[in-house]
Structures are given as structure tokens and as C-alpha cells.
């Protein structure tokens, strides 16, 4: 799957209106990936720079991931991923060395999007990480080095090359590192210092609204019922996150199927009610502070 495959990866583009809500993240995403790739000059001239590391910290299920795959995808960029699980998993071999490795694939094809997930299990100050102390402490040196050696040129202009040529060759130099994780208070402090992990974005639950556009595009492809309100379901949706909403719709049209066997046609409002009685959402107010 998506999620435990280490390394490149030919991603299924993702449009940025496939994400329901988070227009603030998006916009920041943009702003500080998309537009110094776009518009470099512009960026130099005031003074700006492309963070070479970002961290993307929120609840579970809240769609990190698929920003990033996103934003791999407006960047035109490959996109290389490696999970906290994939580097500790008995079956990969050394961690430290499938971190380099991940690293060079992405040196290899740039521009490139390194994303690393659920990284707190392998980068967590000691006490909570899940490996070996020895294995961490070297994984996180490997990031470290990564993080100071990977270059995002900076920008000067040269009067002789068109724009696109220096766009491309800025595309080509460059390997961007996406950090995500549920719990950034655990991880090691030299991560964040300036020029490493410096931009620090908060992907929220979703709040009513937000639940409501997912709701939306998760029905996208789906006959709901007439009876169906979905205004309705936002509200009664709290604490779910948006893997919850969308597990409640995939439900919601089994329980049709279920119900009226293969010659179901539509989705109703019952079948979105006993589908919400069986979940239980995943997040809780401790998410919300
Ligand atoms: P984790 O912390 O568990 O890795 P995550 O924050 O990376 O989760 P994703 O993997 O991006 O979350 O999302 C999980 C699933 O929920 C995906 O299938 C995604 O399509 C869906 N999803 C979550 N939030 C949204 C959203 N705002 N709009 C559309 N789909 C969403």
C-alpha cells in the first residue's frame, strides 16, 4: 500500500481540492514549497528563502499525508517516503541505512519531496522512541546531516538564462524534507533548530464546516438519498476525523448494499444513521486544546 512502501513512489496525483476544508494549510503550504519553486526571484528579493524542512503536526487521520502528496504533485516534484514503522520494521535492515538510502533516491530524481511519517516511534526523544537507543541516536544523525547537507540553492539572478531555465535548474537541485507526526512535542529538540525543521504547520481536526466538505467529496461518487442530509451529519459528526468520515460514508453504502442486496441504488438516510451508531470517532477533546 501507499503507506508502508519505502522509497520513490509514482503517486496518484492529488489535486488540492481533493482536501476538504484546511484552506489555511494549504495556503501556508503553498506559500512556503510552492511559490519560492514559482517565483524565486520574487522570494530573493524580499529577503526570503524555501524552508528546507517542514513540520506537519496534527491528530491522526487528518490528512497530512495527503497534503503532502498534494503538494508533490502542484511542486512537480518525485515524491520519496519512508514511514517511522518502514525504518524500524525487523524485515527493512538497518535503519540508518534505509534512511540514506530513501536520501539518495531523492538526490537521484529531484526536484523531490521527502516525506517522513509517523516519525515520533524512530526520532522521539529517547525514552519514547521504539528503537534501540544506539539505532536511534544514528537514524537521527543521518536525518540531522540530511537536513544540513540537502540544498535548496538560494537564489541569484543571472542576467543570461531565461526564467524557466533558472526555474529548472532550482527544480533540479532541490530536495525538500516533509516531516509529519501526531505528537511533535516528543521530538528531539536539535530537529527543530533553525535551517532544519523551520517551518512548523498545525494540521487541525476538522470543525463542522470542514466535516461538511469532507462529507462532500467523500459522497462525491455516491447516490445519496434525497432524505440525506449532510449539513446535518457535519453536525452530528464531532470528534471524527477525516478517515472517520470517510470510513462512515464507505460504511453508510454497505449498509445499503446490505440492505437491499446488489439491486441497492441509493444511499439513505437510515443507512448513514446506523452507520453512525457503530462508529466511534477517534479523536477527543484533548485534540481540540
Ligand atoms: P496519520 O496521522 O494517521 O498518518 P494523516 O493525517 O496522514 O493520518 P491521511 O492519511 O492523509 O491522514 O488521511 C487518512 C484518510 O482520510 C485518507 O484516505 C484521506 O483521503 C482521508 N481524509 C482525511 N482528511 C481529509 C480531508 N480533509 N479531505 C479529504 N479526505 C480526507
Not at 513540520?55 to 491522526?60: D, E, I, V
Not at 538497518?94 to 516511534?121: G, M, Y
Request: proline share 6%; glycine share 8%.
Amino acid at each position: 500500500s501507499f503507506r508502508s512502501s519505502i522509497g520513490l513512489m509514482d503517486i496518484k496525483p492529488v489535486g488540492w481540492e481533493q482536501i476538504g476544508g484546511l484552506e489555511d494549510v494549504k495556503l501556508k503550504l503553498k506559500q512556503c514549497v510552492e511559490w519560492p519553486l514559482k517565483f524565486p526571484h520574487d522570494f530573493a528579493r524580499m529577503g526570503l528563502k524555501q524552508p528546507k524542512g517542514l513540520l506537519l503536526y496534527g491528530p491522526p487521520g487528518c490528512a497530512k499525508t495527503t497534503l503532502v502528496r498534494a503538494l508533490a504533485t502542484s511542486c512537480h516534484c518525485s515524491f520519496v517516503s519512508v514511514s517511522g514503522a518502514d525504518l524500524f520494521s525487523p524485515y527493512v535492515g538497518d535503519s540508518e541505512k534505509v534512511l540514506s538510502q530513501v536520501f539518495r533516491q531523492a538526490r537521484a530524481n529531484t526536484p523531490a519531496l521527502v516525506f517522513l511519517d509517523e516519525i515520533d516511534s524512530v526520532l522521539g526523544s529517547r525514552s519514547v522512541g521504539t528503537l534501540g537507543c544506539d539505532a536511534q541516536e544514528r537514524v537521527l544523525s543521518v536525518l540531522l546531516n540530511e537536513l544540513d547537507g540537502v540544498g535548496v540553492r538560494t537564489v541569484e539572478r543571472r542576467g543570461t538564462k531565461s526564467d524557466h531555465q533558472e526555474y529548472q535548474e532550482i527544480l533540479n537541485q532541490n530536495v525538500m524534507i516533509v516531516v509529519a507526526t501526531n505528537r511533535p512535542d516528543v521530538l528531539d529538540d536539535a530537529l527543530l533548530r533553525p535551517g532544519r525543521l523551520d517551518k512548523m504547520i498545525y494540521v487541525p481536526p476538522p470543525d463542522q464546516e470542514g466535516r461538511l466538505s469532507i462529507l462532500k467529496l467523500c459522497t462525491n461518487n455516491m447516490p445519496i438519498g434525497p432524505d440525506v442530509s449532510l449539513e446535518k451529519l457535519a453536525a452530528e459528526t464531532c470528534f471524527f476525523s477525516g478517515a472517520d468520515l470517510k470510513n462512515l460514508c464507505k460504511e453508510a453504502a454497505l449498509a445499503a448494499l446490505q440492505e437491499n442486496g446488489l439491486e441497492a441504488t441509493t444511499v439513505k438516510e437510515g443507512h448513514f444513521a446506523e452507520s453512525l451508531r457503530t462508529m466511534k470517532p477517534s479523536l477527543n477533546l484533548e485534540f481540540y486544546t
